[in-house]
């Protein structure tokens, strides 16, 4: 793969991987606030989150997107880069074996 590919792709998966994650934080403070019972027993997720942006600020839904961003983003680039490297080793490796890899997890 050469270096403007892994650029490409890197790049393109790191800014789908924070799209995605800035699309999700507002489900996952919901979702964590519900589990803690900070709005009371009865409250649904609709619940939770009016209450959240009438009381605290539509800014709260996006607490803690900040190591959320980070982890996600970094892992997601790190993956896609990195995943036709290992296949192509791991294919070059087997290829050389003459099917050793492939008796071994077939149980021969």
């Not at 799209?19 to 997720?45: H, W, Y």
């Not at 959320?68 to 983003?73: A, I, N």
């Not at 490297?85 to 050793?100: P, Q, R, S, W, Y």
Request: glycine share 8%.
């Amino acid at each position: 793969m050469s270096n403007n590919q892994s650029w490409k792709i890197g790049s393109s998966s790191l800014l789908a991987a924070g799209f995605a994650e800035l699309c999700t934080i507002p489900i996952d403070v919901a979702k964590v606030r519900l589990q803690a019972g900070a709005s009371g027993m009865n409250s649904s997720m609709a619940s939770v989150v009016s209450d959240i942006w009438k009381n605290e600020s539509p800014r709260a839904l996006y607490k803690g997107s900040s190591p959320s961003l980070l982890r996600q983003t970094g892992y997601t680039a790190i993956t896609m880069i990195m995943f036709p490297v290992f296949k192509d080793t791991i294919c070059t490796v087997h290829a050389t074996m003459n099917g050793c890899f492939q008796e071994g997890l077939l149980g021969a």
